[in-house]
């Protein structure tokens, strides 16, 4: 569990500088770093004890995790 804290607190670290340097240019950079998304690969693995270390009670959809994302160089 240490290596994958460790490697969110990293993603959000780098979003955090990569906001800061690109806002003078005016674009705005951000990170979704969501928990277990109910996905075709996790499927039904997922047991109950993981479901309930979630705040919402269950684990998230990738209909949540949709959203529009620009990337302009």
């Given at each position: 569990m240490p290596a994958y804290v460790a490697s969110k607190h990293?993603?959000?670290?780098?979003?955090?500088?990569a906001?800061?340097?690109?806002?003078?240019?005016g674009l705005r950079?951000?990170?979704?770093?969501?928990g277990t998304v109910h996905t075709r690969l996790v499927g039904k693995r997922v047991p109950p004890s993981v479901t309930a270390l979630h705040?919402?009670?269950r684990i998230g959809t990738?209909?949540?995790m949709r959203?529009?994302?620009y990337l302009a160089m």
């Open positions: 990293g993603g959000v670290g780098l979003t955090k500088a906001a800061l340097e690109y806002a003078k240019r950079v951000n990170a979704i770093c969501p705040p919402v009670g990738t209909d949540e959203g529009r994302c």
